[in-house]
């Protein structure tokens, strides 16, 4: 009777251990999804801030059974060629307009086979309407990887990170 009552016990604590735990998976996972989703954001250029934005607002924490899926997406149309970079034709005259201080697309009017410095043409005043003229020298823009980066680091750290809360959550339920 004595075994009966000790395995009684034990069912009860592994069954209570396994809520706490479960518990605590979800609160770690929800932390960790929340640090990754911060580290894409800090890493993203801003402009206007759609970008940055675009991480938290449109990514999300997913639990489905036993696992826990994170969906990480940004909406804007251009978040790809930011992540991995993008070609375009040495040569091509573009209209630019400035907005909060910077040269901002608005065109494309045509190709030349000179190939400009990338910067405003002529003295760097705008026309009439506000808008300058410049003609593209690269031919490859460079992406910023605030995704792969961001999800490199963050497979690296996340066993050192559950390890430490593993062994915290056990001390404290063990």
Not at 3 to 22: H, I
Not at 86 to 111: A, D, S
Not at 141 to 146: A, L, Q, S
Request: proline share 4%; with cysteine; hydrophobic share 35%.
């Amino acid at each position: 009777m004595a075994n009966s009552n000790a395995f009684k016990e034990l069912t009860k604590k592994t069954a209570l251990y396994r809520k706490k735990y479960k518990a605590f998976f979800n609160d770690f996972c929800e932390k960790n999804y929340q640090l990754l989703i911060g580290a894409i954001a800090e890493r993203t250029p801003v402009d206007f801030g759609v970008l940055r934005e675009g991480w938290s607002k449109h990514s999300a924490m997913e639990n489905q059974g036993e696992k826990i899926v994170f969906h990480i997406y940004n909406p804007a149309d251009y978040a790809a060629h930011v992540e991995y970079g993008y070609h375009q034709k040495p040569g091509m005259i573009l209209q630019m307009e400035m907005r909060m201080g910077r040269l901002r697309f608005v065109k494309c009017l045509g190709h030349t086979f000179k190939v400009g410095s990338g910067e405003p043409t002529g003295n760097a005043e705008p026309d009439e309407n506000g808008l300058y003229t410049i003609v593209t020298r690269k031919r490859y823009i460079p992406g910023h990887h605030m995704l792969k980066d961001s999800v490199n680091e963050f497979k690296q750290e996340l066993p050192k990170r559950y390890e430490k809360a593993f062994s915290a959550f056990n001390r404290r339920n063990g």
